[in-house]
């Protein structure tokens, strides 16, 4: 109340009071006639609470307050202002959530808001049409009963949503989906979907040209490297001058089969999702035989190879992927450290799962390396490259082959010290026996 008003207050109340006495004075009866004033006063107060809260309760939008008198009038009128800039403020609210709502609507990618729990809360146009989801059946849904993709459902409980998971659309086989889940708040989840059939069918492009460049080559490379060994068999017949020539075509053309091969392994490593089989495999065994072909390799090198393998941990995947990817790790030990050197290869496992590590005392990789080595072709010395026989893509195979059994790689490297690969497989894809 502003000091106007309070004194208003207090004048009509000394007026009342000497009407009272008045009053009193021409009746004899002072208590009487305060009471009868003092009552009054007190019903008009009354009166007007009750005008108040009915007008409150019953009132139409935009009615205008009931006349009032006095300071019960502004209380009327100040109650009756905040309410109209209460509405403003929640009409321009509206309208922001309004034109949010319209340019998400508007969105080619879908935008779908979920809660803590994965049930659908809002989605967008594009949601219905990249997803199938239906407006308003599906709301209160849970995300993983309407894309049943085993990828998503794996890729949602797992919670780790740092890189986006692409899956074709459930609703036409033929549109590929990129999906990106953002955190936010408390734990809701925001999730964003693009059609990514255009990318997906170039990428595939490359890669059945690669497959089939690859392929197409093999039958003359075989042919040549045929007659090569023909002439190299015949080695009397050949004119001298020939024959180191012909010997650099045999050693280039055995490069080139390799690099096919590996080209057409890769290839079909990305052609699939995940290994076609998933049988538990003797890891110690099939080091013991990787270990064996490496002394095979290594020959007048004289490595020392040691093997330290958990017989009781086996392992999920394909035995001749995993062959692949193990073999490359230690031959490139073989292949890239110096005669006499130590190479030991490892199989343990712990709680987090099972592990394989590969470590020689040999050159070692500048740091600046490391984070490019599994990009195909990347070499960090071309020159030595070619004198090991290495095609660039040996990594570029693990590294495949590790995804496909949710593993990864480390490389830890100590240039003229050694290096050690480590490839890290989740406890889901090992079995212990005891
Ligand atoms: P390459 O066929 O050339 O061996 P990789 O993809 O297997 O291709 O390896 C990529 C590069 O990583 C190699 O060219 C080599 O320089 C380096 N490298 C791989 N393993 C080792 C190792 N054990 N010690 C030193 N360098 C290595």
């Not at 979920?114 to 659908?120: A, E, I, K």
């Not at 990129?178 to 255009?198: A, S």
């Not at 995940?274 to 110690?284: C, E, K, L, R």
Request: hydrophobic share 40%; proline share 4%.
């Amino acid at each position: 109340m502003n000091q106007n008003w309070r004194g208003a207050v207090v004048r009509h109340l000394l007026l009342l009071v000497v009407c009272c006495a008045l009053l009193g004075l021409i009746s004899g009866e002072y208590a009487w006639a305060l009471v009868l004033g003092l009552g009054a006063y007190l019903a008009w107060h009354v009166k007007q609470l009750l005008r108040l809260h009915h007008w409150l309760r019953h009132r139409q939008p935009d009615e205008a307050p009931p006349e009032g008198y006095g300071l019960w009038g502004e209380v009327f009128d100040n109650i009756y202002h905040l309410q109209r800039r209460d509405q403003r403020v929640r009409g321009r609210l509206q309208a922001v959530i309004d034109r949010v709502q319209e340019s998400t609507s508007a969105l080619r990618d879908a935008v779908i808001m979920l809660d803590s729990d994965g049930n659908l809360e809002w989605w967008n146009r594009a949601a219905e049409t990249l997803l199938g989801l239906k407006t308003p059946q599906d709301s209160g849904q849970s995300i993983s009963n309407l894309l049943r993709h085993p990828r998503f459902k794996e890729y949602f409980e797992q919670g780790n949503f740092q890189e986006a998971l692409e899956l074709p659309s459930p609703i036409n086989d033929r549109l590929r989906l990129q999906l990106q889940i953002t955190q936010y708040g408390n734990r809701e989840h925001l999730m964003l979907v693009r059609d990514v059939t255009r990318l997906y069918q170039l990428e595939q492009m490359r890669k059945d040209f690669v497959a089939n460049v690859s392929h197409e080559l093999r039958t003359p490379l075989t042919v040549i490297a045929g007659y090569l060994e023909t002439l190299l068999d015949n080695v009397e017949e050949v004119n001298p001058r020939w024959l180191r020539a012909l010997q650099q075509m045999q050693q280039q053309g055995a490069r080139m089969q390799n690099l096919l091969n590996d080209l057409l392994l890769l290839a079909k490593l990305e052609a699939t999702d995940y290994p076609s089989d998933n049988q538990p495999i003797a890891v110690d065994l099939l080091l013991l035989s990787i270990k064996n072909d490496a002394q095979a390799l290594s020959a007048a090198k004289h490595h020392r190879i040691s093997l330290e393998a958990d017989a009781h941990l086996k392992l999920k995947g394909s035995e001749a992927e995993l062959r692949s990817a193990l073999s490359n790790l230690v031959f490139n030990a073989v292949k890239y450290t110096p005669a006499e050197g130590e190479i030991r290869i490892r199989w343990w496992g712990d709680e987090q799962g099972g592990h394989f590590s590969v470590a020689d005392n040999g050159p070692g990789i500048e740091a600046k390396h490391l984070p490019r080595l599994t990009e195909r072709f990347y070499r960090v010395d071309s020159s030595r490259a070619s004198n090991t026989g290495g095609t660039g893509i040996g990594l570029a195979i693990v590294k495949h082959v590790l995804l496909r059994h949710r593993a990864r790689l480390d490389i830890a490297s100590v240039p003229g010290k050694g290096s050690t690969f480590t490839c890290h497989f989740p406890a889901q894809q090992v079995i212990r026996r005891s």
